[in-house]
């Protein structure tokens, strides 16, 4: 039998979150109910419930970083028992059987992985998100919170953690290599310290130098503003790696002139807008314009467990969920260090 539980959902495109309630399906023999602690609240919520990215399912539940404790577990779980500190990411279903799922990247999945909200599960249902008390998901879909990270700064994590880890893990961020973030936002900072935890040079581009001494504070060697042309005069043929967490269209081919020869940008922030390129600025330098999104399961848990044994989480601000739409503009205006993270006690 289903549950009913408490949610807070955009009824409409556009239109501010207000409270509801959901139905979550019946506990399968291999699901686990988590009791939601805390939800990350990403910019690619704001884009999914405003149409940025294509028609989206309404009434839309958001919420992909998702930081609980099982509250149940089905006849068949075998990986969590109940009290279990447990998270879910972006996706909470994959097909299983194509050469990438079976690979520990169902991120990619050929025939589509199921987003864990504004989608349509394998009964053709929406799918609804983190914004709410309770989650229904296979246990296979869900991970391990280690001992170390407290639950409200851990859920970001769950999509902003592995959405930098991956791309640095990808591209050999490491030791001698010259590493720099783009943006330091809700992504970019988790890039800063997830960069300078596996031993890179770590330097930041934003547009202005007004966070420089937070970007330090979180492990930056150096810090840049790209609003200042003698920038990209300095940096010409430095970075190894560059990952773009900016969800701007950005002029690539100026970005593109700080990479070494076998350089690579990689973009993990994903703008609305085209972007445009002269590929002259990839042939001179056999440079490397490429993306990444998410990670798989698998890699999820080396993150959480990477950041645990570093002493990390994200950097929030912890809101009611009352402020959810304060936050959306807030987001909006670049006016949050670094995170918010819904109490969800309080939907």
Not at 164 to 174: C, D, I, Q, V
Request: hydrophobic share 40%; aromatic share 8%; glycine share 12%.
């Amino acid at each position: 039998m289903s549950t009913t539980v408490a949610a807070y959902a955009a009824p409409a495109a556009n239109a501010p979150l207000e409270r509801t309630t959901i139905e979550r399906r019946a506990l399968g023999a291999h699901d686990v109910l988590i009791d939601i602690k805390y939800a990350g609240i990403c910019h690619s919520d704001i884009h999914q419930a405003r149409d940025g990215w294509g028609e989206g399912i309404f009434p839309m539940v958001p919420g992909h970083e998702i930081a609980g404790v099982v509250g149940e577990v089905g006849s068949g779980v075998t990986k969590y028992k109940v009290g279990d500190r447990v998270g879910v990411g972006c996706f909470v279903d994959s097909c299983r059987e194509c050469e990438y799922c079976l690979r520990g990247q169902e991120q990619y999945c050929v025939n589509g992985m199921t987003g864990t909200y504004n989608a349509l599960d394998k009964n053709g249902e929406p799918t609804y998100g983190g914004y709410s008390t309770h989650l229904v998901v296979d246990e296979n879909y869900a991970v391990r919170i280690p001992e170390g990270i407290d639950l409200d700064v851990a859920a970001p994590l769950l999509c902003a953690g592995i959405t930098l880890y991956s791309p640095l893990k990808h591209w050999n961020a490491g030791p001698g290599k010259k590493v720099a973030i783009v943006g330091l936002g809700g992504l970019g900072h988790m890039g800063v310290k997830i960069a300078h935890a596996l031993g890179a040079e770590v330097t930041v581009l934003s547009q202005s130098l007004r966070k420089k001494a937070d970007g330090e504070r979180l492990g930056a060697d150096h810090y840049y503003a790209t609003s200042d042309p003698a920038t990209f005069e300095e940096l010409a043929g430095t970075f190894d790696l560059i990952v773009s967490t900016v969800s701007a269209p950005l002029p690539l081919d100026q970005y593109l002139s700080l990479l070494k020869v076998d350089g690579v940008f990689a973009n993990v922030g994903a703008p609305e807008e085209p972007v445009s390129l002269n590929l002259f600025s990839v042939i001179g330098g056999r440079k490397t314009l490429a993306g990444s999104m998410i990670g798989g399961i698998a890699e999820t848990q080396e993150m959480l467990d990477f950041c645990a044994s570093h002493g990390f989480g994200a950097e929030i601000e912890v809101i009611p969920a009352d402020k959810i739409n304060e936050a959306y503009e807030r987001v909006l205006a670049s006016d949050v260090r670094y995170r918010f993270v819904i109490d969800t006690a309080t939907i």
